[in-house]
């Protein structure tokens, strides 16, 4: 566009010269009158080739202005020639370097004097007047395209800041549904499974002598394996929903009856399990902090089962204060009475709990919360150990 704009500006100024009369003192317009006419306005191209964002526009502002100084000492008038020098200084004005607009400055004196001196036509306040208000326009136009620029980069440097700054919470976000999730997969799931194996083995080792033992293990093998998958469909379903407008329902907060019934699925093991909670029927915690505390003591227990010595497993849930305290004692036995399966036991074991995403997962739930979380060895065992505020008081 730049280019078919200085072209047409060359044409103008080469017609209007050989068109218009020329009026004494200055000489007829000739061959010479017809070239200076058109090296004015394509001196502009040097602003855009080769050194285009650096001294182009400098360069083309003293080509334009040197083809004034020449016009003026051959004796023609300036016509339209006036034009290319202030479309460079608006150029030099519009770049960013201040040397440059500097050198721009002392070149557009420079042509301007030489106009003022060497032009046969005379110099009035009129015309010197015209000449300041031309320069100071072009500058003042130049310095506004500048600012204007300066001020879309700002604009779109905040943009992309601002995209950035989305992106990093959509991805933290996003990272947090995600570790949830896994949370969710790996406490429901992953203490089913381990249940469902310890019953199997039960039952398969049993089933000789005891067959009626070995169905029942069975049964709850089916119960616990079903329970898993509607855990496992209610996860998908949360992950990919079948339709925009479908709402995955959460699960009911769990209570006392959901945690004896915990209990009793790891008894049916050949776990020996002992459960003690206080008077009330139900938890005093909200929704997030019952299923809190429902989580940590299903993945405490599936823990003690996998890496206990088969001691009996000692269970207590208790409101205390502004707290509801859980703990699960995994005691040692040292008459080595133990579970079923614990020739099975995988080696290892006899060292006790391993440090692992359990007791992440655990210490996360309860921190969420505004709980305090605590596991470790014990005089006798080991304890899991959280407190969770109850309702209306958590942080």
Known sequence: MFIVLTVGLTLLCVITTAVVPEQTPYRPADVVALLLAAAGPLALLLARYPTRRTWGAPLALAGAGSVITVNAVLGYTIGLLQWPPWIAVFLCFSTNGRWLRLASSALAGLSIAGFLLLDRGGVDMSTVSGIAMC????????????????????LHEQELGRRREE????????????????????????????VMVLQAGVGRRVFGENPEFAQEA??????????????LDRMLRVLQPSGPGENVEEPAAPGLPDLTA????????GQEVHLTTGPEPELPLSAGSAQALYRIVQEALTNAVRHGSGAPIQVSVRHVGPDVTAEVHNRRSDEGAGRADRADRTPGAETGWRAGRGLTNMRERARMEGGRFEAGPVPGGFRVQVHLPVAGLGA
């Open 135 to 154: 320069c100071l326009i072009a500058a003042i136009g130049g310095e506004a395209a500048r600012a204007r620029r300066a001020h879309a980069v700002s």
């Open 218 to 231: 069975l049964s709850s093998v089916e119960t616990v394996g079903r329970r898993a998958l509607v855990e």
């Open 262 to 269: 915990l209990v009793g699925q790891v008894r049916a093991t």
């Open 167 to 194: 992106a990093l919470v959509a991805e933290g976000v996003l990272l947090t549904e995600r570790n949830r999730l896994a949370r969710e997969l790996h406490d429901a799931l992953g203490h089913s499974v381990n």
